[in-house]
C-alpha cells in the first residue's frame, strides 16, 4: 500500500511538473511573438492584433485615404528597442505596410505627390521626424525599399498633454485647400501640412 500511494504521488508530481512547464513557455513566448516585426502576415481574414483603421479627408478638390492598423503600447515606449526605435524607419502602423490614396496630385510639405496609391513611412527621432511617401505597395509593413521612395518632407511637432495608448493618424485644420496629417502616440504629435500644388 504505502508503495502505490508513493508511486501514485510521484507520478502526479510529474504530470503538474510537465502542465506548469508547458504554460510557462507558452506564456514566455508570447510576448515575443507579439514583438516580432518580421513575422508573416497573417491569413486572409485572420484578426490581427492591431486593429485595421482608416483615415480619410475631402481637400483641394480631391480626396486622400489612409489604410493603417493600430498598434497599442502595452507598457512599451516609443523611442526604446522594443517598438518604434528612433533613428529607423518605421511602417507608421502595424501589420501591412501603411497606404495611402491620394485622388489629385497634392503637396505634401515641399513635396509634390502625384495621384495614386503610395506607402507611408515614417523617421522618427528624438528632434525632427520624416514623412516618407514610397511607390513601393501592397508589401507587408517591415519590407522598406528605400529606391522606391518619392521622397521625404520633416514634420512638425506639436505638444500633448495626455498620453495616447493606441496609435492613430487624422486629418485636422482642414480647409477647402490644406490639411493637416497628424501621427499620435504615446505623448508625440507629429503632423505636415498637405495643400494643393
Known amino acids: 500500500m504505502k508503495l502505490t500511494l508513493s508511486h501514485l504521488r510521484t507520478s502526479s508530481f510529474r504530470a503538474i511538473c510537465a502542465i506548469v512547464s508547458t504554460a510557462v513557455l507558452g ?114 509593413g517591415t519590407e522598406y525599399k528605400p529606391e522606391m521612395d518619392l521622397g521625404r518632407v520633416a514634420m512638425k511637432a506639436k505638444a500633448m498633454t495626455t498620453p495616447q495608448e493606441v496609435m492613430s493618424l487624422s486629418f485636422e485644420n482642414t480647409t477647402a485647400t490644406s490639411t493637416e496629417l497628424h501621427i499620435r502616440w504615446e505623448t508625440t504629435d507629429r503632423y505636415v501640412t498637405i495643400t494643393k500644388p
Open 27 to 140: 506564456l514566455a513566448c508570447t510576448p515575443l511573438n507579439a514583438q516580432t516585426g518580421d513575422m508573416a502576415p497573417a491569413k486572409p481574414g485572420a484578426l490581427m492584433p492591431s486593429p485595421a483603421a482608416t483615415a480619410n479627408v475631402s481637400v483641394a478638390g480631391g480626396t486622400i485615404d489612409i489604410h493603417y492598423n493600430t498598434p497599442h503600447l502595452r507598457g512599451r515606449h516609443l523611442g526604446g528597442p522594443e517598438i518604434v526605435p528612433y533613428d529607423k524607419v518605421w511602417r507608421t502602423g502595424a501589420n501591412p505596410a501603411t497606404t495611402i490614396i491620394t485622388s489629385v496630385p497634392l503637396k505634401f510639405g515641399d513635396l509634390v505627390v502625384p495621384a495614386g496609391t503610395h506607402t507611408l513611412y515614417s523617421l522618427p527621432s528624438t528632434g525632427t521626424w520624416q514623412l516618407i511617401l514610397n511607390n513601393q505597395t501592397g508589401q507587408w
